[in-house]
Structures are given as structure tokens and as C-alpha cells.
């Protein structure tokens, strides 16, 4: 049994930018030669999210909206000095959470045929960085 | 340490069909004869949820009650092409999550006294699989 | 490859009373001497969270608000013989989550400037578990 880990890097340009990092996460798993066993990325971060989702942009234009319906930017937030934005990324991150897995098969990514590994932007434009950490043969 | 994967699958028969997998996943942690460590169980879908939960049907109906509420059908989304319910099954699952995980201890799965794996349908009938991945000794 | 694990106890006092469990978490993951790995929570219970964020009192007074909003005590539900207070913890739960996951890097956990592991309790005062699987080398 092997254990790999490297960090890949993200930056990022606005909220609610959302980016497609399965490739760069296909790139760590190719380079360990890890042919079978499981994947775990963890975002180092508490305002944007890390979910495996359809890369389709009209699904998260919808997602939007549902994250801005639920917590609505025009309210009273106490964790206030970073502006509300700030605040309710807080918030959607409790809700989308920011760690995902994903099984290793001949030393592929196992993910549905429309699954994909999505990292979005909750804030405001920052460097990012996701821990990928591999555990396989 | 020893590394074991197996497919589970699953065929629902309708929107919000909720299937206690458990048994399914013990079996399969039984045939492994790991005795300690930990297992994950991802989804390959972006229209089911897979979640631990007590297996009582009125949680899931207060869920599903939830779940209306929070994306209602009757409102117009941008992911509209397979219509309104896969629309919001793919937000939902966003919320809900796809793979869980549970430690190994004595050979058992080391669930609370009421948690089980529960397999939510979000969308329609449909073929569903779930990967199965044992890490321990 | 090394196997660790260990049971964490909690002892909450009240509804909405966040814990932060990430010291009992180090020591567990110093007493392991694995110094390159990945650790992993799980919280054994239904109506309780397991989550990384900030520790600031401010996100959980907002997030407390938002779960009220989200799920509201006045409304009628079909899980009720614990009362509504519980009927809502398992609803919260199956959104929040139960288990996380965090990166090893040079015997510490590998979280963000901000991160911390942030136990929440949905029902009321209680004995909770948690367990501890540190994977590594």
C-alpha cells in the first residue's frame, strides 16, 4: 500500500466562479501510479466549496440562486466585519462542505459518467489551495 | 493493510425512494474479513444523495417536506432540459452529499446506535451504483 | 502503512452548542506518531454536526439563524415524539454532515489558517462520540 499527497493550487477571480479541477486532480493520481484505492481532495478553506457535481454551467446558475435564496445578502449577519458576502460563504461552506473522495480503478478517477470534481468560489478572488492525499496500490 | 473494493447496485423505482444499504455494505465488508480500519461509499450520481441517517420513515418524509421547500418545483431554473426535478435534484445533492464514510472496528461497521447508510432516489427510477472501498487490517 | 485508531467523548450541554474538538483531535494524531497520512472524524449520531470552519462565535450565532430559517420549530412534522427540536436536529444533521476528513503533513493536521474541527450539538445536552481513523506512514 502507497500513500501520495501534493497540493494543487487555485486561483480564483470572483465569486461564484466555479472551476472544473478534475483534470488537475487526474494529473496528481497519473504521476503516483497508484492503479487501485481512494482519492481524497480537501479544500484548506472555510468560504468556497469543494463538491463532485456535472460540469454544466446552468446548474450552478441555479445553484447560485438557491445559496443567494437561503441566505440572503440583505440581512443582518453578526459575523459582519468582512461584509456580508464574506459572511454567508461561511454559511453555504457549512452546507456544501469542502472534502470530497473519489474511488481509484486502473489507476483512473472512478466517477459517474457526468461527475466531475468542482471547486467554487464562495468569497471574493484568492489563491486556493486542495490538499489531494491518494491511499492504493 | 489490505485494500478491498466492490460495486453495489441499486435500482430505485421512484423520486425519493429511500433504500437502507447496510445490510448490502456489511456483506461486503464481511467477504473482506478486514477486521479494523475504515470504509468509503461514493455514489457515482449527481441525482441521489447517499447519507447516514436513522432508518425511520418519518425523518425522510420531514426531508422530503424540507427539500420541496427549500427548491421548490414550481419555480424556473436554467438546467431545465430534463425538467424541474432533475433541475433540483442536482441541487439537492449538492446540500445532501454522495459518499460517506464509516470506521471498522471488530470486523462490524462502527455506526451509532440508530445510524445506517441510507441511499436517497432524487430523481426517478433508475440503475444506481455505489463503490465500496476498505482500507484496514 | 499505519492504522490508528481511537475514541474521542463529548459532553454537550445544550442545543446549538458548538465544541472545538481539534486539540482532542492532535493529541490523538501525536499519540499515533504518523507524520504523512490522512485523519478522519466520525461522528457516531444523528442529530449532531461534524464540521471544519472558523472558530468564531459569530459564523455559529448566523448558521444558528439560518437552520431556524431552514427548518423552522412552528411547523408540523411527521418525526415528532421526541418533539420538533429533535425532528429538526436530524434534518440539520442530514445537511451539515457527520464526518471530515484532514490531511497530514509532518505529524500536524493539514488545515487551513482558519480551519478548525467544530463539533455541533442539534438536539440537547448529551454523551457524544467521535471516532478517530489516522491513516499513514
Redesign the interface.
Known amino acids: ?3 501520495v ?1 501534493e497540493e494543487i493550487e487555485i486561483e480564483t477571480r470572483k465569486l461564484y466562479e466555479v472551476i472544473d479541477i478534475t483534470e488537475k486532480v487526474e494529473a496528481v493520481l497519473e504521476k503516483s501510479k497508484i492503479k ?3 482519492l ?1 481532495a ?5 468560504t468556497a466549496a469543494l ?4 460540469n ?4 450552478f ?3 447560485e440562486k ?1 445559496l443567494e435564496k ?2 440572503p445578502l440583505n440581512e443582518k ?4 466585519y468582512e461584509g456580508n458576502i464574506n ?1 454567508t460563504a ?2 453555504k ?11 481509484i ?1 486502473n489507476g483512473k478517477l ?6 466531475r470534481i468542482m471547486f467554487i468560489e464562495l468569497f471574493e478572488a484568492r489563491n486556493r ?1 486542495v ?1 489531494i ?1 491518494i ?3
Chains 1, 2, 3 share one sequence.
Not at 480537501?42 to 472555510?46: P, R
Not at 463538491?51 to 456535472?54: D, K, L, V
Open positions: 500500500m502507497k500513500l499527497k487501485n484505492g481512494i481524497f480537501n479544500s484548506l478553506h472555510n463538491i463532485i457535481q456535472e454544466d454551467s446552468s446548474i446558475k441555479d445553484l438557491s437561503i441566505f449577519y453578526e459575523h459582519s459572511a461561511h454559511l461552506n457549512c452546507f456544501l462542505g469542502n472534502s470530497i473522495s473519489v474511488p480503478e472512478q466517477l459517474g459518467t457526468w461527475q489551495k490538499v492525499t491511499i492504493g496500490e
